[in-house]
T-cell receptor, first 118, second 111 residues
Framework: GAVVSQHPSWVICKSGTSVKIECRSL??????MFWYRQFPKQSLMLMATSNEGSKATYEQGVEKDKFLINHASLTLSTLTVTSAHPEDSSFYIC??????????????FGPGTRLTVL | EDQVTQSPEALRLQEGESSSLNCSYT??????LFWYRQDPGKGPEFLFTLYSAGEEKEKERLKATLTKKESFLHITAPKPEDSATYLC????????????WGLGTSLAVNP
């Protein structure tokens, strides 16, 4: 139980293009989803928190117009990196938290997406 | 300021050599402490949640304990497949349900 998928697992794109990453909770309803970024040998950096049906809350220093987040349903959230540049190259990981029950507090993570911008 | 510190930063063990990883925290109101395992190039895998001092949880060769200021992840008779980065995170009251993360302990178990 508590499986989260992420697609694609890796993507290479040209500078200036946009990339969409999908995050799905497969066996539970996720009222809240989180998007993280991780640099090599560093811990997770929270980018934004999204609740189903409402606008995402972005962390300080994260450009909301560059990293568009949509949490359209209880099982799907998307992160779109707009006009990507080489400095956006990173490992992006989503997590999902259930709306209630015994797993209410835990975040369950997807496998991550490696983005390389040329 | 809420803070989570993990030690050691890196640990190398021989197969079968038991040890402990530490996660110390200074937060205003602990709602839960979480342990995750992360393999290279993958997302973190949930291991344990601890809520109150004195609580313990076990899974195979891993045992997590919690006091009022720190948590330990005990690894008994580790195997090479236990090699990974172990991350600790805390959920703080009134923090919009965000996790505060430690930097992790990189564990290598040699056969």
């Amino acid at each position: 139980g508590a499986v989260v998928s992420q697609h694609p697992s890796w993507v290479i794109c040209k500078s200036g293009t946009s990339v969409k990453i999908e995050c799905r909770s497969l066996d539970f309803q996720a009222t809240t989803m989180f998007w993280y970024r991780q640099f090599p040998k560093q811990s997770l950096m929270l980018m934004a928190t999204s609740n189903e049906g409402s606008k995402a809350t972005y962390e300080q220093g994260v450009e909301k117009d560059k990293f568009l987040i949509n949490h359209a349903s209880l099982t799907l959230s998307t992160l779109t990196v707009t006009s990507a540049h080489p400095e956006d190259s990173s490992f992006y990981i989503c997590s999902a938290r259930a709306g209630g029950g015994t797993i209410y507090n835990e975040q369950f993570f997807g496998p991550g997406t490696r983005l390389t911008v040329l | 300021e809420d803070q989570v510190t993990q030690s050691p930063e890196a640990l190398r063990l021989q197969e079968g050599e038991s040890s402990s990883l530490n996660c110390s925290y200074t937060v205003s109101g602990l709602r839960g402490l979480f342990w995750y395992r992360q393999d290279p190039g993958k997302g973190p895998e949930f291991l344990f949640t601890l809520y109150s001092a004195g609580e313990e949880k076990e899974k195979e060769r891993l045992k997590a304990t919690l006091t009022k200021k720190e948590s330990f992840l005990h690894i008994t008779a580790p195997k090479p497949e236990d090699s990974a980065t172990y991350l600790c995170a805390v959920l703080v009251a009134g923090n919009n349900r965000k996790l505060i993360w430690g930097l992790g302990t990189s564990l290598a178990v040699n056969p």
